[in-house]
């Protein structure tokens, strides 16, 4: 509902959906009913309201013998006695210590959250089953840019965008519209032109058209970093990762960066080299899709 607006098919949604409540409460009571192998014993609740587990299916109580318990032997209950606390404030300490000394501590790494060029990946949590969950709003027109060129980049690798310039400025003004843009960018947005033709012209600098056939884009990583102080957990996404006989010898980071300063050129490599790191890559590349600059960088066990 959108306010006090409901759609005319919202009943129509919602039948369906007790439907197949109801559907499902009816499959659990019947594995709830074959599975005895010798007695089954069948509660008789008369008072259960309409929608208690008890209504879900008849289960013809009129027609079920009693439950006869005059054969039993009753058989007297006796709570087991409650042990006493043994615990001293010492002993707690020790096994306090003992948990500490045998727990790992992991520091979590995760590069690809600090780089704007990504829309943040979050858990779509509502408060209700009603509510939408919120999504982040880009801002600034430069991080627009960012995103669309790497969405550019990840479809045309995918195979869902043609590789035609037409096409990639095409679908650059399409995901303008798509993306959720605050109006306060609007009048600023990047050129749908301009940011097709980048895309297009990144593909085919020679060193990235050498490695195209192998490129798989958007690949999830995740490893145990050796050769740090304490244990360090890397969580990240690789833009591309170029594949070669089932090996990954190169991986590739996509950078919309307009002018990227020497600070900026040595953490983008220090981010990658975490991504050739969690994958045993050699070689890595920070591509600077504005300027067609294609920054080469060497594992940290390889000579630079």
């Not at 993306?179 to 306060?184: E, H, K, Q, R, Y």
């Not at 884009?217 to 890397?234: I, K, V």
Request: charged share 20%; with cysteine.
């Amino acid at each position: 509902m959108i306010g006090d607006v409901a759609p005319p098919e919202l009943q129509l949604a919602l039948d369906a959906d007790d439907e197949c409540l109801a559907r499902e409460r009816e499959r659990i009571w019947y594995v709830a009913c074959t599975r005895a192998r010798e007695l089954l014993i069948v509660p008789q609740q008369s008072a259960a309201a309409q929608n208690s587990w008890a209504r879900v299916v008849d289960l013809a109580w009129a027609e079920l013998p009693a439950l006869d318990l005059s054969k039993l032997d009753p058989v007297g209950f006796s709570p087991p006695a409650e042990a006493p606390n043994l615990q001293t404030a010492e002993i707690f300490a020790a096994e306090g210590a003992a948990i500490a000394a045998a727990a790992t501590p992991i520091t979590w790494l995760t590069p690809s959250d600090q780089d704007q060029d990504r829309m943040p990946v979050e858990q779509a949590v509502a408060a209700d089953g009603g509510e939408a969950p919120e999504r982040e709003i880009p801002v600034g027109a430069g991080r627009v840019r960012g995103l669309v060129l790497h969405k550019l980049m990840e479809e045309v690798l995918t195979g869902e965008l043609a590789e035609d310039l037409s096409a990639f400025m095409r679908r650059a003004g399409e995901l303008l519209t798509e993306l959720p843009i605050d109006s306060s960018d609007a009048a600023v947005l990047p050129a749908a032109e301009e940011m097709g033709s980048t895309a297009w012209r990144t593909l085919h600098l020679a060193e990235i058209a050498t490695l195209r056939p192998g490129l798989m884009p958007e690949l999830p990583l995740y490893a145990m970093l050796d050769g740090e102080a304490s244990a360090t957990a890397l969580a990240g996404r690789a833009d591309a990762i170029a594949f070669d006989k089932g090996q990954a010898p190169v991986v590739l980071d996509w950078k919309s960066d307009v002018a990227p300063t020497s600070q900026d050129t040595r953490a983008h490599a220090a981010q990658l080299r975490d991504y050739m790191r969690s994958i045993g890559a050699p070689r890595g590349a920070v591509v600077y899709m504005t300027s067609g600059l294609v920054h080469w960088v060497a594992s940290p066990t390889q000579a630079t």
